[in-house]
Nanobody, 119 residues
Framework: QVQLVESGGGSVQAGGSLRLSCAASGDTYPRNCMGWFRQAPGKEREGVAHIDSDVSTNYADSVKGRFTISKDNAKNILYLQMNNLKPEDSAMYFC?????????????WGQGTQVTVSS
């Protein structure tokens, strides 16, 4: 089993920055691949970024150049540094984990942390 707890959300003005954290605990191998997702009211959940065990990364086009995903394996923490935030980035952000990035679905999910960006 894997437990994921997000933190770091909040309210910022457009152009500002936030860093989200996701503390992971439990089994290691089921979380070789970790990612961030977001869901705004009335919209479908979308993938933001993911990072593989070899630290290769992938980003949604909408956040490329502004967001950076990283992880601290010693502390078991996944991060999402968000810069130059835009109002359209407002959403509930979730971290997720799965054994391999080539698998379709993420198996483990956190409860989410809210990000609100005002114009």
């Amino acid at each position: 089993q894997v437990q994921l707890v997000e933190s770091g959300g909040g309210s910022v003005q457009a152009g500002g920055s936030l860093r989200l954290s996701c503390a992971a605990s439990g089994d290691t191998y089921p979380r070789n691949c970790m990612g961030w997702f977001r869901q705004a009211p009335g919209k479908e959940r979308e993938g933001v970024a993911h990072i593989d065990s070899d630290v290769s990364t992938n980003y949604a086009d909408s956040v490329k150049g502004r967001f950076t995903i990283s992880k601290d394996n010693a502390k078991n923490i996944l991060y999402l540094q968000m810069n130059n935030l835009k109002p359209e980035d407002s959403a509930m952000y979730f971290c997720a984990a799965k054994r391999y990035c080539f698998l379709r679905n993420f198996a483990y999910w956190g409860q989410g942390t809210q990000v609100t960006v005002s114009s």
